[in-house]
């Protein structure tokens, strides 16, 4: 049990259409960041939320976008789906954006686009 | 750019028996070095790490050392046990910047009872 929480767990979208991930960090973080990890690869950063700013973004196109809440917690955007978005979305805590800070992560959402 | 790279798969041993996983890093300055380990239909977990030169990083009976002569931070068990089968990422941070962890493929270990 790493305290990180997300939702949904499970859903099904069709191409074309528009997704919102929620997360809920463990609790003391302030820094909330999203991968995207296809089916049999490894987890791909999309971006970072450090105190409600982006502050770092992986090779992601525009249409994924996200925010970060006062109390930390944060969503994940995609819109304009498309059928290679289908993939298990994790979202990840630390406190601070140290690189030997303990980053955890929760159970992920499972997106299938069809 | 940063990338790594690990052992390819998928890994099948026998109980009791040694493993090891390769992982080696190609990173600007030094990086911080994790394994992280997937259950079935479940997220990542932290399973050890090494933030400098020759650290050590174990837990549950798993231990990686972190080589910087070699850029290698490979992953060893002397007894696996029926309930290590998963599959286990091997990545890197930089010390500065966004929390970004870099990756590997992963690779998937089956254990036979």
């Known amino acids: 049990e790493t305290g990180v929480t997300q939702s949904p767990t499970h859903l099904i979208k069709t191409r074309g259409q528009q997704v919102t991930l929620r997360c809920s960090s463990q609790?003391?973080?302030?820094?909330v960041s999203w991968y995207q990890q296809a089916l049999g690869q490894g987890p791909q950063f999309i971006f970072q939320?450090?105190?409600?700013?982006?502050?770092g973004r992986g090779n992601f196109p525009p249409r994924f976008s996200g925010l970060q809440f006062p109390n930390y917690s944060s969503e994940l955007n995609v819109n304009a789906l498309e059928l290679d978005d289908s993939a298990l979305y994790l979202c990840?805590?630390?406190?601070?954006?140290?690189?030997?800070?303990?980053?955890?992560f929760g159970e992920g959402s499972w997106l299938t686009v069809v | 750019g940063n990338s790594v790279t690990q052992m390819e798969g998928p890994v099948t041993l026998s109980e009791e028996a040694f493993l090891t996983i390769n992982c080696t890093y190609t990173?600007?300055?030094?990086?911080?070095l994790f394994w992280y380990v997937q259950y079935p239909g479940e997220g990542l977990q932290l399973l050890l790490k090494?933030?400098?030169?020759?650290d050590k990083g174990s837990n549950k009976g798993f231990e990686a050392t972190y080589r910087k002569e070699t850029t290698s931070f490979h992953l060893e068990k002397g007894s696996v046990q029926v309930s290590d089968s998963a599959v286990y990422f091997c990545?890197?941070?930089?010390?500065?910047?966004?929390?970004?962890?870099?990756f590997g493929q992963g690779t998937r270990l089956t254990i036979n009872p």
């Open positions: 990840a805590s630390s406190d601070g954006t140290s690189g030997g800070n303990t980053i955890y």
């Open positions: 090494a933030t400098k030169a020759d």
């Open positions: 609790s003391g973080h302030n820094t």
């Open positions: 990545a890197l941070r930089r010390i500065q910047g966004a929390q970004k962890l870099v």
């Open positions: 990173a600007t300055g030094y990086p911080s």
């Open positions: 939320y450090y105190r409600e700013e982006e502050n």
